[in-house]
């Protein structure tokens, strides 16, 4: 893609709540339990169901009235009764960006001002190298933090990084207290002329978890992100429908690619057209 390659994010389901509810929903609006073909959705008609009958209920993997209300009468509002949830694992974050105009979508994503401190250990142990600037990216390089798989290209990145941190580091007068815990301070003294010993010790030593105000705008949106996203099926219906198409910026088509795949087909016969 444009001279570049990408990796491709991995997608696990990580629960869905079944379209057992949705055709309770559905049933109790036109009030016809008894029409239903699956007997624990008769069995509402006249009766509250107990926890068994409840687990039956989630367990429906057919629906002929959902089906007849999302291809014939368009009657989405009860598929909002289902919800799937999605482990996302190596997008990133120009895709988080393209998420974040789902409106109804919980989503939690790994955060760059927490999990930053091994990039930022990477940049004090180059400190100690006779080539500062090679050490950092060599580190950078093995933690494989972007799409991108270009190692050309992330030198590129690594090196802006590098010298953003250089920037940063000029400027700002309690950049050592911003970047490493108060217990691992003593190292930048201890493995002062080492490089390599002082990257170990740093990693070993308490991670610093909010280090992300102050450095955190040191990253592009070619990085990797981790997250979980939950939606209704009436919203994923919507998702597939914008993010599966050839106009659809092709990282979050590759991510709704993935994610049409491990979204079970009782699922998708409600919301994906048969091609």
Not at 42 to 56: A, F, Q, T, V
Not at 153 to 172: C, P, R, S
Not at 210 to 220: E, L, Q, R, S, Y
């Amino acid at each position: 893609m444009y001279g570049i390659t990408y990796s491709k994010p991995q997608v696990v389901l990580l629960q869905d709540t079944g379209i057992g509810v949705a055709e309770a929903a559905a049933r109790t609006c036109y009030d016809s339990f008894e029409n239903s073909e699956n007997e624990a959705i008769k069995y509402i008609e006249n009766h509250l169901p107990d926890g068994e009958m409840c687990s039956e209920i989630n367990e429906i993997e057919e629906s002929n009235l959902l089906n007849d209300l999302a291809w014939t009468y368009f009657h989405h509002s009860i598929l909002e009764h289902a919800n799937l949830s999605f482990l996302v694992r190596g997008t990133s974050r120009g895709v988080l960006q393209e998420h974040a105009r789902h409106r109804i979508q919980a989503i939690s994503v790994r955060s760059t001002r927490y999990t930053m401190s091994s990039v930022i250990n990477a940049f004090l142990a180059s400190e100690q190298s006779r080539n500062p600037k090679d050490f950092f990216i060599n580190k950078i390089l093995a933690f494989d933090m972007f799409v991108t798989s270009d190692e050309a290209y992330n030198i590129i990145e690594i090196g802006a990084m590098f010298d953003k941190l250089k920037f940063q580091q000029g400027k700002v007068e309690d950049f050592y207290d911003i970047a490493v815990a108060k217990s691992s301070l003593p190292f930048l003294e201890e493995f002062g002329n080492d490089a390599e010993a002082l990257f170990e010790a740093l990693q070993k030593g308490k991670k610093k978890r909010n280090v992300g105000d102050a450095f955190k705008h040191i990253v592009t949106d070619n990085v990797k992100v981790d997250m979980v996203v939950t939606f209704n099926l009436r919203s994923l219906k919507n998702y597939f429908n914008l993010r599966d198409s050839g106009a659809a910026y092709f990282q979050i088509r590759w991510l709704a690619e993935a994610m049409m795949k491990a979204t079970p087909s009782k699922y998708l016969d409600l919301i994906v057209k048969k091609k």
